[in-house]
């Protein structure tokens, strides 16, 4: 993508048909610009992310999906020379202000990374580690979050009578559900998943997202995709950024039906991308 | 991505792509050759790297190998010229092993050609037309005596010696006597190089009578030193007469110098306690006459004090053999502080003098047998002592003669008896190179040997050896001395200070690199992290002689002096900083915010700096608190309690253990108010309860420092005891430098290359930085740090200048930090350039080289098994 030169064209505003919950807004990200250094990422990015739906972010390579998806816990502040004008709110406390915890902020939020990444532990502490950061120490408690996390995310028949082995010696797709397991185990507002399942097979993406619909209205969940089926099947808001702006953002079914933006159109139809 | 066509996005559109060429499917030769060569080089060298490291590991192998072989017979002889019969008083041989001089019990001389048994001429003693009824000799054979039936003495001399003179000068008509020795009547000659010849001669003579027993009372038995002055010699002596009375006599001669005459006093005291009708069977009087031994033929010791010469003491009365054992042969081993005792049943004791607490003796000194060694299989009839170190040399009634050392306690040839049952004298050649029987058939019988190192063993490097005059058998080293000294040399004390060394300096270096290591890497910006980095690698660039030189000269005077100030700073200054983190914690987030950059940095080092000067300010009560007002003379254990100080060692495995128990309750109960919303209050209440846990952390240590006391556990005596200056804690500090850059370097790298997914990951989890290092990098990075912990310890176990120049180079075995050391290396700088090649001390230094080699590749390889242990967790990262 060429930063150094913005495009010439001007963008329309952002169109918006948003599906509502019941639960109201989670999140309300307002006129977010990030710049990395010199170069800025994203442009006016203003979305409210329903509480208890599944969003899905769409768009093509480099035009900020996880760059925002980072900033919703704050991730971005491990980046040097980061700048970022505009607010986001979770439930109403923006989380950029000057007394945000950013600690107890990530501890309200699960991520999921694009590629899996475990830590060089035993399954078991891998699902508890946020426990352990909080200081729990109570077994009865670990044993019973670990079990629940992991038939959560559909991996406690597969992985039941090895819990205290390395998970590094489990496939990519399980070491992915198991990064899923640790994201739920501590029972967080918000999950983030960028990618989550881009290096599975079909028969393990198949699980990830029907563990999605099952966690759909327990978690408000917010997932970064480049699969436009996966995005059509499991979210109920699809947002479509573009070059570091979001072209289009609302109901699911509207994106992919009848988008109102030619971009979308074009993007959603397979014409570029 | 490709730009849509509609927009104007100055993307290029895709390309087809034909490439210009197909690849080519063959492989270029030029590849394939320099691969097979690249190949080839690395083999090569890797093996050549296998094969040197293996190289040196054998040289110094074979250098040592001779340490512990004993000693061989290099060539056996049989004189072939009969050279009489008649009983021997003694015999002595020079130091080239030509000539053997003996004195038969008529007190006629004989010398004889060593090899063929061949007559020398010699001029006999004058004794006045009198048989000997008693004879003695010195440990060298220079200095005869005898003692007569009328109660007379005659001292004599006798030297064998040879010189080397101009072949030119030697006489015409030799009379050969082997291929290497030619002989004129009176002397020896040997063909040494084309122009020089050796002289081998004898020169005796023999003083006028003197009457020391009552006229007519037959001297039986006699051993006496010649001490003084050359122009005023003084002769002590110890008699015994036909009637059972000692007599310790003293000669003096004063030369007139105007007359030229010679005037000679005698004066006598008698040895009280003799029992009557003793049968003496030898007395033995040492180098400066201060003890006196009398041996009875039952074998029991009687032993003079004799310090007081007119007034002397019967201190001890013992049995130095076994019940119904005579003695055989008894003497002094060089230095005249060791008995051998020889006994009839064949057994060969060493006994000297010790100290003893409630010793039944009148001057606190008592008989210890030192050494036991190996029996003979019949009585001991004769033996000779070397005159250079504790070798000796025993015969059997059986002719068996048995080649000794007495400190390693070993046998170190065994000569099988030849065809005469039995050896009428015995003599170890002065070079300790040649055993000489002379035999009952009239015949010499020699044996040239080479022991060249009869004082190692296995046991004797790395085990308890009893040397003389030490309480007890222990781990010495000390190579050189005054004369008559015995090199003592033992390894332990040396393998120990290397470890002492190693212990101290690491205990010091791994908590600070370690920590600064984790501080760069995963709490500062890069920016900061690529200035620190770089200066802490030109640390390691210092020489460690200018450490060892700065330790030396300018660290240990200043640790001296500011002994408490030091040691204060240990507990203030990381308690400082865990303060400064949690008030920093209190500090309302924007604030912490703002100022979380280099303003908090610096107040980092303000804080180091504040707490450095407070631990200096406030060491004198510090020092009263703990140490009863003075560090030094509490380590000596002259005042205050180990109480304070003890608890001090323990709180803080204390405070771990009351932090950990508690927390589960802590939490339970409190938890509402820890994890409450606001930082602030949040952090005073975790604050509160820091403070309560020191408080309860602080008695409960002092308990437990007096139940260890109680039991015997007072660090005072151990880890700590009196102070010298250029100490452990001194090299600690100094080898800490040399060993923090590399540890800290090393690991820094490990801790780097954690993945950034894993700390992201971490992070995403909810965990703070800290926990993100302790629980995820760390163990992560493991194999990593724990070799540069290991590498750190090679660096510190091989260190030479730093602590040759810092540790005083005591060879000790104790584990006072206040105390010096001396480590395998430095001994090998220190000693080298004194040992003589082929010695043993030389030996014992390619030992030591052996022994570091050794230790290096243990740690090494259990570094390397550990290594993998820890990288198999993380292999597939
Ligand atoms: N740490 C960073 N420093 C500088 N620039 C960055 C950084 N991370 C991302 N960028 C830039 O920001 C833009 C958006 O990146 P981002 O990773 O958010 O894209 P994305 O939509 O997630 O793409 P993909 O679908 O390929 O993952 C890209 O141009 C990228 O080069
Ligand atoms: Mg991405």
Known sequence: ?273 | MTAPAETAAPTTGPVAHTPRQRRSMKTPRSVLIADKAADWVIRIGGVGVIVAVFGIMLFLAQVVVPLFTGAHVQSAFTSTQPIGTEPLFMSVVDEYKTVEVSVDNTGKMHANHIRTGAAIDIAPFDLGGKMPTAFARTPTGRELAFGFADGTLQMATLKVGGTVIDTKDVPADLRRLNEADATDGSAVYTVVSSDQTRRVSIAHEIAEPQQVAPEGTAIVAVDYRVGGSAERPTISFVTVDANGIGRLSRSESKTNMLTGKTTTSLTSSELPGLPEGVKVRTVLMTDKADEVYIVDIGGTFYRYDARDFDAPVLAETVRLVADGVQVGSVGFLIGEQSLVVGGSDGSVNVYFRLQREGAKTTDGYQLVRAHALESQPSGIVAMDVSQRGKMFVTSDSAGNVWLRHSTSEQVLLKLPPGQSVAYRTLTLAPRENGVFATGTDGKIHGWDVSAPHPESTLGTLFGKVWYEGYPEAGFTWQSSGADAFEPKLSLVPLIFGTIKATFYSLLFAIPIALGAAIYTSEFVHYKVRSVVKPTMELMASLPSVVLGFIAALILAPIVETWLAAIFFAFVMIPTGLFLSAYLWQLLPSPIALRYGGLPKFILIFAALILFGYLSYVAAPVFENLFFGGDLKAWANGERGSSAPFTAMLVFPFVFLGIFVSSDAIVTQRFGFVLRGSNRTSAGLADFLRWIATIVVAAFASYALGLVLISIGLDPRGGVVDTYVQRNTLVVGFAMGFAVIPIIYTISEDALNTVPEHLRAASLGCGATQWQTAMRVILPTAMSGVFSAVMIGMGRAVGETMIVVMAAGNTPLLDWNIFNGLRALSANIAVELPEAVRDSTLYRMLFLAALTLFVITFVVNTVAEAVRQRFRKRTAQL
């Open chain 1, 1 to 273: 993508m060429n930063m150094q030169a913005p495009p010439p064209v001007t963008y329309d505003k952002t169109i918006y048909h948003l599906k509502r919950g019941s639960a109201g807004p989670a999140l309300d990200i307002e006129n977010l610009d990030l710049y990395y250094g010199p170069a800025q990422a994203l442009y006016g990015v203003s979305m409210v992310i329903e509480k208890g739906l599944v969003t899905a972010l769409i768009g093509p390579s480099g035009c900020g999906k996880s760059t925002l998806l980072r900033c919703i816990n704050r991730m971005n502040d491990l980046v040097d020379n980061l700048r970022i004008d505009g607010s986001i709110k979770l439930h109403g406390e923006n989380i950029y202000a000057k007394s945000a915890d950013v600690i107890a902020l990530r501890k309200r939020m699960g991520m999921v990374f694009q590629k899996p990444n475990p830590f060089p532990m035993s399954i078991f502490e891998n699902v508890v580690y946020p426990l352990r950061v909080d200081g729990v120490r109570d077994k009865a408690v670990l044993e019973e979050t670990c079990e629940r996390a992991l038939k959560s995310s559909a991996l406690w028949n597969e992985v039941k009578d090895r819990l205290d082995q390395s998970a590094l010696g489990m496939s990519g797709g399980q070491q992915q559900r198991l990064c899923i397991a640790r994201a739920i185990a501590a029972d967080p507002e918000v999950l983030l998943m960028d990618e989550p399942c881009s290096a599975l097979d079909p028969i393990a993406t198949a699980k990830i997202e029907e563990l999605i619909d099952e966690l759909a209205g327990q978690y408000t969940i917010v997932i970064v995709t480049h699969n436009m089926q996966q995005a059509a099947r499991v979210s109920d808001n699809t947002a479509f950024m573009y070059l570091g702006r979001l072209i289009e953002y609302g109901d699911t079914e509207v994106i992919f039906q009848t988008p109102r933006s030619p971009r979308t159109q074009d993007y959603v139809t397979g014409r570029f991308g």
